[in-house]
């Protein structure tokens, strides 16, 4: 497990390349905000965390494999990564920050990611 990488995934590299070509200037891991959000834009008080879907157990069909391998394990893993991620949401909306999601199944399009994250950054 130590070979799995929290920064810089190729997940996330995509979305920054995509706010890259849409100009948008950003942070990336705050360490002073919770979670250490992986892209910030400090004056639009706006967040975005680029996910693994597997690792945060979302409800796609990555989401949802279960390994067969020591399972109980990794169930606790996964319920524990999601209780995580929604205390960092909450700290972060009481502290007024919007949040936005990027799963990592919806990296796929280029084009649609442009158009949610562009929507997000809009409104």
């Known amino acids: 497990m130590t070979a799995i990488k929290s920064k ?9 390349s995509v706010l890259d070509a849409m100009q948008v200037r950003y942070d990336v891991h705050r360490p002073d905000l919770p979670g250490k959000p992986d892209i910030v834009f400090p004056r639009r008080k706006k967040i975005i965390f680029v996910h693994g879907c597997f690792w945060h157990a979302h409800r796609c069909r990555y989401g949802r494999v279960k390994p067969a391998t020591n399972s109980q394990f990794w169930r606790d893993k996964r319920e524990e990564t999601r209780a995580r991620d929604k205390r960092n949401r909450r700290g972060l909306r009481k502290a007024g920050w919007e949040v936005y999601t990027v799963w990592e199944c919806r990296i796929k399009s280029p ?7 562009s929507k997000f950054l809009a409104a």
Do not use: F
């Open 8 to 16: 810089d995934t190729r997940p996330e590299i995509a979305v920054r």
């Open 111 to 117: 084009k649609n990611l442009a158009a949610s994250l």
